[in-house]
């Protein structure tokens, strides 16, 4: 939906509104440039900040494949599968507060979940450097995914408060994309702590976990204070009076009108929605590769013939090599409004890495398949993310269907962290069979789904004509009479 068909609904806003007897422009350039300022204000302050936390959500999440080889193992004496059940019970614990995460963010505001959440995980993450044995790290891991939980979900749903259906891909792949940065940091930051730093009573495995855990708390703290929860409470300081009830006409433009604290209609809606069958299936695909490539790809340069040392350096390349396919998958697929196809040409990027890793015993063929991989499984997640939130109509529908993606990806992502055994090293056939196979599903189910919505797209253009924008209370209307995006002038981002 265009601002200019936005505009058309500013005689709906609430009479009840403070601002409502701000003048804006119904159209024209006045009004163009009061978008473009507010858009601009938010790309600064609200984009860079949420991906600023993510980026220690995936430094706190993936260090652990660091610490390994800095003597995780040998401090914490773990033997046979302990690390591998220590990364598995990290994604029990972030998949059973999927859920509740979304229940309590429709009763609390956002910046006091991102930022409780942040505080408590800071400290599991920090807590793992003195952990002496499996039964320590075990229990600091499953808290931290229960905690870490509290961001990924709730980004996409803060995010599509503030923009367009047609401008979250790019937003989200900004917020998700320093996950790759991460990715990237951490193994500059474990190739530093293991090459210049050195401590008496501290191994380097854990110098590395309380360097990255210590400044999540206190980013945290600072988050409840400063981070938007929604375009209701922006503050006069940040936008204008015009600005802001701009920003209230398009929140309420994308969907964004019921208020309930949680409507039980929705849940069931959500549970019920096909939709959420396939995004699950593509989500489950993606996080198994996902969850082995994180925890795994410093395991897997090492074996390839580089030292400890290096081998924490070499995984540097890969994760630079997602970013630029990561924006540019994701800026494609705002521009053409298409999820589907973008999700299934990622993951045939990733085919390409596995087919690379598993027929090849060469360092360059096989380090060349790990950046495939990578440029192939990270523009998925927004793209995954933007597509669930693009197609559900109401805070709770939307907010659950992210919330059984990530339920259901991150219950399947414990098969990721089992299928590299050590005995299977260095080639990894199993593994890397493994991951393959669920990149193809990935392919089969995000074609389908583009499909199955092609369709009905088609036939509602059939049936009811082009589509009109709904007004705020059109849209209320439709969410109290259970129709949600089944209404006749809603139409699928396919």
């Known amino acids: 939906m265009s601002d200019s068909e936005i505009s058309e609904k500013r005689d709906h806003v ?30 600064v302050r609200l984009v860079p900040y949420l991906a600023l936390l993510y980026l220690f959500n995936a430094l706190d999440r993936g260090n ?9 193992e040998e401090g914490t004496h773990l033997k046979g599968n302990d690390f591998y059940n220590a990364l598995s019970l990290f994604f029990a614990g972030y998949t059973i507060s999927q859920v ?3 229940f309590i963010l429709k009763k609390v505001t956002p910046a006091v979940l991102v930022g409780v959440t942040m505080i408590l995980w800071g400290i599991c993450s920090t807590s793992m450097a003195a952990a002496k044995n499996f039964s320590g790290l075990a229990a600091a891991r499953f808290f931290m995914g229960i905690f870490e939980a509290g961001v990924g979900p709730a980004a996409p749903i803060i995010l599509s408060f503030f923009y367009l259906r047609h401008e979250l891909a790019w937003r989200t ?6 996950s790759t940065f991460a990715g990237a940091f951490g193994g500059l930051i474990a190739y530093g702590v293991a090459k210049n730093l050195a401590h008496e009573s501290l191994a380097p495995w854990q110098l590395l976990f309380i360097i990255e855990g210590v400044p999540t708390i206190f980013l945290g703290i600072i988050t409840i204070f400063v981070l938007p929860n929604s375009p209701e409470t922006l503050e006069r300081w940040f936008v204008t009076p015009q600005e802001k009830k701009v920003a209230i006409q398009r929140s309420r433009s994308g969907h964004n009108t019921d208020s309930s604290l949680l409507d039980k209609k929705q849940l069931l809606a959500a ?24 925890s795994f790809l410093p395991t897997i340069v090492k074996l390839m013939g580089y030292t400890d040392a290096k081998a924490q350096l070499m995984t ?21 409004q298409r999820r589907g196809y973008h999700v299934a040409a990622s993951a045939a990027i990733a085919c390409i890495g596995y087919i690379l890793l598993i027929s090849s015993n060469k360092i360059g063929a096989n380090y060349t398949g790990a950046c495939f991989v990578a440029m192939g499984l990270y523009p998925i997640i927004p793209l995954m993310l933007s597509w669930v939130s693009n197609n559900n109509v109401g805070h709770t529908k939307r907010a659950i269907g992210i919330a059984l993606l990530n339920t259901f990806g991150q219950c399947f992502a414990t098969v990721g962290t089992q299928i590299y055994k050590s005995k299977t ?10 991951c393959l196979a669920f990149t193809v599903v990935m392919i089969v189910v995000s074609l389908a789904l583009s499909y199955v919505l092609k369709r009905e797209n088609a036939r509602r253009d059939e049936l009811y004509g082009e589509p009109k924008p709904l007004t705020p209370q059109e849209q209320q209307e439709a969410i109290e009479n259970c129709v949600y995006d089944d209404h006749p002038s809603f139409r699928y981002y396919i």
């Open 271 to 294: 549970f019920k929605d096909y939709k959420n069958i396939f995004t699950c299936l593509i989500y489950i695909g993606l996080n198994i590769p996902l969850a082995s490539y994180t």
């Open 100 to 102: 509740p995460n979304m």
């Open 425 to 434: 090293a260095p080639r990894f056939f199993m593994g890397y069979g493994v």
């Open 316 to 336: 540097v390349p890969p994760y630079a090599c997602a970013i630029v396919t990561l924006l540019l998958m994701c800026w494609n697929s705002d521009r053409t």
């Open 173 to 178: 792949a900004l917020f998700y994309g320093t």
């Open 64 to 72: 652990i494949g660091n610490a390994r080889l800095a003597g995780l």
């Open 14 to 43: 609430s009479v009840e509104d403070p601002i409502d007897d701000v003048y804006v422009p119904d159209s024209g350039p006045e009004r163009d440039a009061i978008v473009k300022r507010l858009k601009l204000k938010l790309d």
